[in-house]
């Protein structure tokens, strides 16, 4: 080709042709190579984006930490005060030491709830957890749990009642984990309320394919904003800068996942100084076939 | 005696063990259960040490501790960070800020005990070691 043109001979056709092929394989290099970068700037910001959540991540679990640790260390920082002090000192007096000694059990019981929590969490996020059915009287396994919390309450001096909407259909569902979500919401409920003034009102209803179940609380509220991020574990609301978070973020992370794992939803509506309501369906077996199929699936199962 | 140690803790248990491992040594004991109220607490009678926890509701520990050295008036006052965060990073800033020493929850109560004399005796003697 430079020959060619210091010879200013005109090109063959076949030349002509040549460079004009030539000329569109460098156009449709150039497009691909363009369309290439394009797409590397795309998978860039990709992974720049999946880089940043994964720093978030790795925040939140550094958190997660920090938080797990701080509430893991604090009963035990009392409970190792208080022992060494019995320990060390025989003669404290009978009153003091009961007093002590009550301490101790409470957070030892505290330490417990703590690890179990987070056992079960673990349990859950690897697909671990056993799950045992049957059907249930919701009503039944609801004061249980108030039952299991009078003291709480009592303490608190916060009144809890329960109501329900006409006779309820069964619920097929895992009593154990049920009985986990409904003492989660009620302690959550007993902990907000302002001591002597609080009212715990717990609404039992039945829609024509899920079974409801309410609890309200007189408490501060939550802000909308909150509505989501407080069933995300680790997150907890309220948590201003230096305040001491009340649990370990677990327990409606947990509830969340047993109530969906039942094949319901669980959900909050409140608004600040307006109480809150937490709320959660299970589904209703649609009849008996449905439970034939269930029964066969459990003999075949057996 | 008569030294004045301020307890800061909003764990209640915590306070009330630490209240009585400071009385049985003969101290006179302050108690304030968040930041500013130990803030308050100080300006209406300086202790003559300062337990602070770092995880407060209003005002953390590692703010608390900042105001105090601050202030002239309060700059000599002891101050020992008792805190269930135990990190590192978390030690340096305490004592970065002015904390005299940093001790993670849970604590030994004899040695906590014999930190604290430690300190007092240091500031009471303030050209001897700290």
């Known amino acids: ?302 | 005696m008569g030294k004045r140690i301020l307890i800061v803790d909003d764990e209640p248990n915590i306070v009330l063990s630490l209240e009585f491992l400071m009385k049985r040594e003969g101290y006179e004991v302050a108690t304030a259960g968040d930041g500013e109220a130990a803030l308050e607490a100080i300006a209406a009678q300086t202790p003559d040490l300062v337990i602070l926890d770092v995880m407060l509701p209003k005002m953390n520990g590692f703010d608390v501790c900042r105001r105090v050295r601050a202030d002239p008036r309060w700059r000599a006052v002891p101050i020992l960070m008792l805190t269930a965060k135990g990190r590192e990073s978390e030690v340096s800033k305490g004592l970065g800020l002015g904390a005299d020493l940093y001790v993670t929850k849970p604590f030994s109560t004899k040695e906590l005990v014999a930190q604290i004399k430690g300190l007092l005796a240091a500031a009471r003697d303030p050209g001897g070691e700290r």
């Open chain 1, 1 to 302: 080709m430079v020959a060619s043109v210091v010879q200013e001979e005109p090109p063959s056709l076949d030349e002509v042709m040549g460079i004009l092929d030539e000329a569109s394989q460098v156009r449709a290099y150039s497009h691909q190579l363009e369309q290439q970068s394009r797409e590397l700037e795309a998978a860039t910001a990709e992974l720049r984006a999946a880089n940043a959540q994964l720093q978030e991540l790795d925040r939140m679990k550094d958190d997660f930490m920090s938080t797990v640790s701080h509430e893991l260390r604090t009963p035990l920082t009392s409970i190792r005060a208080l022992s060494e002090i019995l320990h060390d000192d025989p003669r404290t007096a009978l009153a003091e030491r009961k007093h002590f000694l009550g301490i101790i059990l409470k957070e030892t019981e505290r330490l417990t709830r703590l690890i179990n929590q987070m056992l079960d969490m673990a349990k859950f996020e690897s697909g671990n957890a056993e799950w045992h059915t049957s059907e249930l009287d919701v009503r039944e396994v609801v004061e249980e749990a108030v039952d299991a919390t009078s003291q709480l309450f009592r303490e608190r001096e916060v009144d809890v009642t329960i109501s329900a909407a006409g006779p309820l259909r069964r619920v097929r569902a895992d009593r154990d984990r049920l009985m986990q979500v409904l003492l989660n919401l009620l302690s959550n409920a007993v902990k907000v309320c302002a001591p002597g003034e609080g009212r715990v009102e717990i609404g039992l209803s039945e829609g024509r394919s899920a079974l409801r179940v309410d609890v309200r609380d007189n408490g501060p509220g939550i802000g909308p904003a909150d509505h989501e991020t407080i069933f995300e574990k680790f997150r907890q609301v309220g948590e201003t800068a230096g305040a001491r978070p009340r649990g370990t973020g677990l327990g409606l992370a947990i509830s969340r996942r047993i109530v969906e794992h039942l094949g319901g939803r669980i959900w909050v509506e409140s608004a600040l100084g307006q109480g809150a309501t937490f709320s959660f369906e299970l589904p209703l077996e649609a009849g008996p076939p449905a439970a034939a199929v269930e029964r066969k699936a459990a003999q075949r199962a057996g």
